[in-house]
């Protein structure tokens, strides 16, 4: 019986195998393509341009940096990192990740660990990062319900919990077209990767 095909073929010819990522498969330039055109929400956001990963990814980053400001480039390239995998497996909003079930976590757990390594990051993070990148996240998933995807406030304090004013300050979600998204995505990981050196 043929086994089913479980690579993919991305834009910079490297063949990645979803079952077992290697690090040398991995190019910073397809994971920001790649998010450029994946829409968070499901595509439910107000304006003419889909809200992408990328523009999330680059949200969290600098939160994250906002509230960790003595921390290592590296534990912010973890965070512009942080929803790398969705570059081939899509952003599936968390009612659809806890009917997949636990295939969905390891398939994620894999590719993430591949992306650290491939950059110079352990495969798994420090506990104490990864919260930090989490709270993060979770400011940006607030945002972008008030701002973007029409929940009311109420609705987004129950369901992300709401940020402290002063974190808000000056994060204004502005979408951009995804060429654009993609071009900042590429130069952000090159500067965090050049204060790594």
């Given at each position: 019986m043929k086994q089913p095909r479980a690579w993919q073929r991305m834009l910079s010819g490297?063949?990645?195998?979803l079952l077992d990522p290697t690090p040398v498969d991995i190019e910073v330039?397809?994971?920001?393509?790649?998010?450029?055109?994946?829409a968070r929400w499901n595509g439910q956001t107000r304006g003419d341009w889909p809200y992408s990963v990328a523009e999330h990814s680059l949200l969290v980053e600098r939160i994250f940096a906002q509230q960790n400001q003595v921390v290592a480039p590296k534990w912010c390239l973890a965070a512009l990192l942080h929803d790398a995998p969705e570059y081939v497996i899509g952003d599936m909003i968390s009612p659809v990740k806890s009917a997949v079930g636990p295939g969905y976590s390891e398939l994620d757990a894999r590719l993430t660990a591949a992306v650290h390594l491939r950059f110079g990051l352990p495969a798994v993070l420090p506990a104490a990062i990864k919260k930090d990148i989490k709270s993060?996240?979770?400011?940006s998933a607030w945002l972008e319900a008030v701002q973007i995807a029409?929940?009311?406030?109420?609705?987004?304090?129950k369901l992300f919990g709401r940020p402290e004013s002063g974190l808000l300050r000056g994060l204004e979600i502005?979408?951009?077209?995804?060429?654009?998204?993609?071009?900042?995505?590429?130069?952000?990981h090159s500067a965090l990767l050049a204060l790594m050196t």
């Open positions: 490297r063949r990645l195998d330039e397809d994971i920001a393509h790649g998010l450029a055109f994946v993060a996240d979770k400011i029409g929940f009311t406030e109420a609705e987004a304090d502005k979408l951009r077209a995804p060429a654009d998204v993609r071009a900042e995505f590429v130069a952000r």
